[in-house]
């Protein structure tokens, strides 16, 4: 268990909706990436959060945006869902020093 | 741009034979490298990394990777594999200071027969 939690586990919703993914970090850790494990494009970096602030974006759909609030948890907000969008969505936290990243266990995404 | 080449899609394994998966990179600095490991509906798990120093790193579970820099590569070794160490495999690269995003690459998949 790495202390990372996410939810909810699954999710199954229908093209054009809209879903929101929940990850509570480490205590301690300021930092939050998000990542897309999808079957075509692998693992992808989608967004960073540190201490409340985006401090790195990656290949992330304008469709899709994401917040850290004060507790530090975060949320990624997903859009206008496409069958593509179907993935699993991993959320790591990291500590200050920043260097190592624990992964979460994942919220599955299914669009239909 | 950093990216991660696993060139390795599947290895079967015997139980109890030795283990090498291959990882290479390209980074333009001296790259942060990572080994996840991600059994059937897990989460990643980290098996190991290596920022600097000594270029043969100890992880989890008995598993060791050796960072050779003129080669680009971080290849992941177990010396005797047991039947729970079937799941796929990740190498990363992360660029460290200020540059903590990972690059993944597209993984191995481990089968270990009896």
């Known amino acids: 268990d790495s202390g990372v939690t996410q939810t909810p586990k699954h999710l199954i919703t229908a093209t054009g909706q809209r879903v929101t993914l929940r990850c509570s970090p480490r205590s301690g850790d300021l930092s939050v990436y998000w990542y897309q494990q999808s079957l075509d494009q692998g693992l992808q970096f989608l967004i960073q959060?540190?201490?409340?602030?985006?401090?790195a974006k990656g290949n992330i759909l304008e469709r899709f945006s994401a917040q850290q609030f004060p507790d530090l948890h975060s949320e990624l907000n997903l859009s206008s869902l496409e069958l593509g969008d179907s993935a699993l969505y991993f959320c790591?936290?990291?500590?200050?020093?920043?260097?190592?990243?624990?992964f979460g266990p994942g919220t599955r995404l299914t669009v239909l | 741009a950093q990216s991660v080449t696993q060139p390795d899609i599947h290895i079967t394994v015997s139980e109890g034979a030795s283990l090498e998966l291959r990882c290479n990179y390209s980074?333009?600095?001296?790259?942060?490298l990572f080994w996840y490991v991600q059994s059937p509906g897990q989460g990643l798990q980290l098996l190991l990394k290596?920022?600097?120093?000594?270029?043969l790193v100890q992880g989890i579970k008995g598993f060791e990777a050796e960072f050779k820099r003129s080669q680009s590569s971080f290849n992941l070794r177990k010396p005797s594999v047991h039947w729970s160490d079937a799941a796929e495999y990740f190498c990363a690269v992360g660029g460290g200071f200020n540059d903590y995003k990972l690059s993944f690459g597209a993984g191995t998949t481990v089968t270990v027969r009896a």
């Open positions: 290596y920022f600097s120093g000594d270029t």
């Open positions: 790591a936290s990291s500590d200050l020093r920043g260097d190592t990243q624990y």
């Open positions: 980074y333009g600095a001296t790259p942060y």
């Open positions: 959060y540190y201490n409340g602030e985006e401090r």
